[in-house]
């Protein structure tokens, strides 16, 4: 088949895979990189973008929002000894202290007396004695042990309103456009008016064509499920994190993925793997074939703590998913239902091409675009053809990067029709290792609501031809 799999993979960019040595490993079965201020390493993020972009600049990065991910922010291991007395201080940054303990989290002062302080993975809980200053306290040391750098703090039996997009979000933002980003995702997310803040407040930086990923991970955004696809350019289910609310209401992990494909907006879903005899195994294969069943777009690829198996967990679900992802399940060919006038035209069209390809022995699917619409329509038909796309806007040059089976090319703003089919030629080789016949089967596709395309030329319908004959 072709040179890339039908399936993306996100990877989150932690210290094990933020060496140049280890990314170089992994850069061409990794489609998106997905960073967050909220990590262990605020002060490299920007030579991490740049070693990805020198590494292949055709890469997508995501850029997570922080939300209440509240860290420790001590460089070394802490010992605590039970019932002891220690401070605990605000810091942006990290630092370098075994003797007290920093965590960003700047309003210390809010926290109630005798209110506890839990760090996840130190498994080790702090009693609020004594506000000393607005950012600085003194605990009680409940449950002693090894504070581990950088861990996850909750507060127990707090119920603070962090907001979705904190000041400190807008404030990442900002250094992220500066940076290089290409998406944002939003965790958290509760309503659609959580995505149109965050809209509203990148149309403030003059980068309104952003796309966002919203994360589904909470019982308030399953419940708007609709209205936050709605606003948003793709959904990420966090399933760990709602499958009380799901089983409550009686819904399944399938029928809330073809919910959302039937819209054309990318799925993506996590994916965590548990350490077990000091390994990363992959939680569930079976989870993830039934995964591909339902032409689930991406999988992001959670934290992985050892970097010894960063390159063996990738190059295993970078297999399971070549081995899998064309085992779809079969379902009748429809119409999309949410027909609208600003679509029906296009839609019309996208369906008809996705039609000749159950119909007739089809290599591969040409299509130019501008927002990746018609790209995205087609993919969440599970068509078992790639989808080869051209398009001169940056933006869904790297939105393409999370829909399912979509090979992307960046064509300059002078390009036509006649130079496009020159180069879908040299390209459709490349992609198919030269493994093509002159009388294969190639489907181009334009679809818009205008007859013609005056930036390209194209005549807005599905064109079938031999290779040959391009």
Not at 406 to 412: H, M
Request: charged residues 30%.
């Amino acid at each position: 088949m072709a040179n890339f799999n039908f399936s993306k993979i996100i990877a989150w960019v932690w210290p094990t895979l933020a060496k140049e040595t280890v990314l170089s490993k992994v850069i061409n079965m990794v489609d998106v990189f997905r960073l967050s201020l909220s990590g262990w390493f605020d002060d490299n993020n920007k030579k991490y973008i740049e070693t990805i972009m020198k590494l292949d600049n055709s890469k997508t990065i995501i850029m997570e929002t922080k939300w209440c991910d509240v860290r420790v922010k001590n460089l070394m291991d802490v010992n605590l000894k039970k019932w002891d007395i220690i401070n605990v201080d605000y810091s942006e940054y990290a630092q370098e202290s075994d003797k007290l303990i920093y965590i960003d989290y700047e309003k210390l002062w809010d926290l109630p007396i005798w209110s506890k302080i839990k760090f996840e993975q130190s498994n080790i809980t702090l009693e609020v004695t004594e506000i000393v200053a607005e950012d600085n306290i003194n605990c009680k040391i409940v449950d002693g042990g090894t504070l581990l750098q950088f861990d996850r703090v909750r507060f127990i039996d707090n119920d603070i309103d962090f907001g979705v997009l904190t000041e400190r979000d807008k404030k990442d933002i900002m250094w992220w456009i500066e940076h290089g980003i290409h998406m944002v995702a939003l965790s958290w997310v509760k309503s659609p008016d959580d995505i149109l803040e965050l809209k509203s407040f990148l149309n403030e930086c003059n980068r309104w064509n952003i796309k966002i990923v919203a994360k589904v991970e909470t019982p308030e955004a399953l419940k708007n499920l609709d209205a936050i696809n709605a606003v948003a350019d793709s959904i990420m289910f966090v399933f760990d994190k709602i499958w009380s609310e799901m089983a409550e209401k009686n819904l399944t992990q399938e029928w809330l993925i073809q919910k959302i494909k039937t819209t054309w907006k990318p799925v993506a879903v996590t994916y965590i793997s548990d350490l077990w005899d000091k390994k990363y195994p992959l939680r569930d294969k079976e989870m993830l074939k039934k995964f591909c069943s339902m032409g689930v777009d991406a999988y992001a690829l959670e934290w992985i703590i050892k970097e010894e198996d960063t390159f063996d967990i990738i190059t295993e679900v970078y297999e399971e998913l070549a081995k899998h992802e064309l085992d779809l399940q079969e379902r009748e060919i429809e119409r999309f239902e949410d027909k609208t006038d600003d679509s029906e035209v296009r839609d019309y069209i996208i369906f008809n091409a996705y039609r000749v390809t159950k119909e007739l022995d089809i290599k591969a699917i040409v299509c130019f675009t501008e927002n990746g619409y018609t790209s995205a329509r087609l993919s969440s038909l599970t068509p078992k053809v790639p989808v080869i796309t051209f398009t001169k806007s940056d933006e869904t040059y790297r939105y393409l990067n999370m829909i399912w089976w979509v090979k992307w090319y960046k064509i300059s703003e002078s390009f036509d029709y006649e130079n496009l089919k020159r180069i879908w030629k040299e390209m459709i080789r490349i992609i198919f290792k030269w493994n093509i016949s002159l009388d294969d089967k190639i489907l181009i596709v334009q679809s818009n609501e205008h007859q013609k395309d005056e930036k390209t030329n194209m005549i807005n319908g599905v064109e079938l031809y031999k290779f040959k004959n391009i």
